[in-house]
């Protein structure tokens, strides 16, 4: 149930409805493209679901390198121009942003489809459970009235129960098991920062951004599934964690300026916070982003043999990720007092790749994990410093 609330969650966080073949347009401020894609079943499991978005994610992120590349050399060669190569590049960024998005709001549909499948599995569930135990009472009934008339037979039993006795009793020690693979799932949930370096051995500094966040909006959300192996046989305290996972992060930011795009007298494009023009009273202004990660981690696990996750655990490890989606919103009123919301959906000059480093503590199935990117959110030069997401998380691992 936690690994289905999950999905839906994440499913409403991605993006607007899409149908079975979707066309969306690409993320662009002047220029439109029609995206069509093979939309997610609405009727496919979880893992069919899943599935279906990291081959896709995939495929499109290796098809963007491989084309990019092609630009390039175009370049060198001098088939294209420095011009015409920027400009094909920028169109093809636009297309691999407006592709991913689509496929997020692909997948946003499946969660409400599955989340009503579900439903309708509880209420039927729930009618079996209570038909179940009414039964179970009768049933009780039924005993009690059979132990009475047990008693009276007890001195005719005795000589029996000695011979049955070795059908009730395992003299045997338990055999220690010898597994060494196990599947996990795993989900958290935890508030964000900025920092001004990613180096924590030299002190935390918190980056200038950091004193703009509003705290109980700039949340983020994590899930993955993997495996864990142990390393050394089925005592070693050695595990090997792998898997994939995706993680939606939400800036809350205070006052009314918003987060946008601008452009100086030299052309150059940045990320700056100015008043919107469409609410003048703003109620939520969030940024928020979501990225398909592969995390890694090892772990010294001090569960029993062939066990892991059932006693104290320590584990560090790195994580890499894409970004498959960004948006900013804004809550408010307008000019005429009337409720307004604003959403735009724009990279904001974030890097398109993260990657860096994790840790984390845990006994039994909760666990306390820290992390650090090791690149800065922002592409170099489109913000005011480099700012470094940093994040601590509680969550637990089944």
């Given at each position: 149930?936690?690994?289905m609330?999950?999905?839906?969650?994440?499913?409403?966080?991605?993006?607007?409805?899409?149908?079975?073949?979707?066309?969306?347009?690409?993320?662009?401020?002047?220029?439109?493209?029609?995206?069509?894609?093979?939309?997610?079943?609405?009727?496919?499991?979880?893992?069919?679901?899943?599935?279906?978005?990291v081959?896709?994610?995939?495929?499109?992120?290796?098809?963007?390198?491989?084309?990019?590349?092609?630009?390039?050399?175009?370049?060198?060669?001098?088939?294209?121009?420095?011009?015409?190569?920027?400009?094909?590049?920028?169109?093809?960024?636009?297309?691999?942003?407006?592709?991913?998005?689509?496929?997020?709001?692909?997948?946003?549909?499946?969660?409400?489809?599955?989340?009503?499948?579900?439903?309708?599995?509880?209420d039927?569930?729930?009618?079996?459970?209570?038909?179940?135990?009414?039964?179970?009472?009768?049933?009780?009934?039924?005993?009690?009235e059979i132990?009475?008339?047990?008693?009276?037979?007890?001195?005719?039993l005795?000589?029996?129960?000695?011979?049955?006795?070795?059908?009730?009793e395992?003299?045997?020690e338990?055999?220690?098991s010898?597994?060494?693979?196990?599947?996990?799932f795993?989900?958290?949930?935890?508030?964000?920062?900025?920092?001004?370096?990613?180096?924590?051995?030299?002190?935390?500094?918190?980056?200038?951004?950091s004193?703009?966040?509003?705290?109980w909006?700039?949340?983020?959300?994590?899930?993955?599934?993997?495996?864990?192996?142990?390393?050394?046989?089925?005592?070693?305290?050695?595990?090997?964690?792998?898997?994939?996972g995706?993680e939606?992060?939400?800036?809350?930011?205070?006052?009314?300026?918003?987060?946008?795009?601008a452009?100086?007298i030299?052309?150059?494009v940045?990320?700056?916070?100015?008043?919107?023009?469409?609410?003048?009273?703003?109620?939520q202004?969030?940024?928020?982003?979501?990225?398909l990660e592969?995390?890694?981690?090892?772990?010294?696990?001090?569960?029993?043999?062939g066990?892991?996750?059932?006693?104290l655990?320590?584990?560090?490890?790195?994580?890499?990720?894409?970004?498959?989606?960004?948006?900013?919103?804004?809550?408010?009123?307008?000019?005429?007092n009337?409720?307004?919301?604003?959403?735009?959906?724009?990279n904001?000059?974030?890097?398109?790749?993260r990657?860096?480093?994790q840790?984390?503590?845990?006994?039994?199935?909760?666990?306390?994990?820290?992390?650090?990117d090791?690149?800065?959110?922002?592409?170099?030069g489109t913000?005011s410093?480099?700012?470094?997401?940093?994040?601590?998380?509680?969550?637990?691992?089944?």
């Amino acid at each position: 149930m936690i690994a289905m609330l999950a999905m839906g969650y994440l499913a409403l966080g991605l993006s607007a409805t899409a149908e079975n073949t979707l066309m969306v347009p690409a993320d662009t401020n002047e220029v439109k493209v029609k995206i069509e894609i093979d939309a997610i079943d609405e009727d496919a499991n979880m893992m069919e679901a899943i599935g279906k978005m990291v081959r896709v994610s995939t495929k499109e992120a290796a098809k963007f390198s491989a084309e990019m590349a092609a630009i390039q050399a175009q370049i060198q060669s001098g088939e294209l121009s420095e011009e015409e190569g920027e400009a094909k590049a920028e169109a093809l960024e636009k297309e691999f942003e407006a592709t991913m998005e689509a496929y997020g709001e692909s997948m946003e549909q499946w969660g409400e489809s599955f989340g009503k499948r579900m439903e309708k599995f509880g209420d039927k569930l729930g009618k079996e459970i209570e038909a179940q135990v009414e039964a179970e009472m009768a049933q009780e009934d039924i005993e009690a009235e059979i132990r009475m008339e047990m008693k009276d037979l007890e001195e005719e039993l005795k000589d029996l129960k000695g011979e049955f006795k070795e059908l009730d009793e395992d003299d045997e020690e338990p055999r220690k098991s010898t597994k060494t693979k196990f599947s996990y799932f795993d989900l958290h949930v935890g508030g964000n920062t900025f920092l001004a370096n990613p180096d924590i051995t030299s002190g935390v500094s918190m980056a200038a951004t950091s004193g703009d966040l509003a705290a109980w909006e700039s949340m983020n959300f994590r899930f993955s599934f993997g495996s864990k192996r142990k390393i050394g046989g089925a005592s070693s305290p050695v595990v090997l964690q792998t898997g994939l996972g995706l993680e939606t992060n939400t800036w809350g930011f205070v006052g009314d300026d918003v987060m946008t795009k601008a452009v100086d007298i030299n052309n150059n494009v940045s990320t700056v916070f100015l008043p919107s023009d469409e609410i003048v009273d703003v109620r939520q202004n969030t940024y928020n982003t979501t990225y398909l990660e592969l995390p890694v981690m090892l772990h010294l696990d001090l569960s029993p043999a062939g066990k892991v996750d059932k006693g104290l655990t320590v584990g560090v490890g790195a994580y890499g990720g894409i970004r498959l989606d960004s948006y900013t919103m804004v809550r408010g009123r307008d000019i005429e007092n009337e409720r307004a919301r604003v959403m735009e959906y724009n990279n904001m000059n974030t890097q398109l790749l993260r990657y860096g480093l994790q840790g984390q503590l845990g006994y039994e199935s909760m666990k306390v994990t820290g992390r650090v990117d090791a690149m800065p959110l922002f592409q170099p030069g489109t913000f005011s410093e480099d700012a470094y997401v940093a994040s601590l998380s509680i969550g637990f691992c089944f």
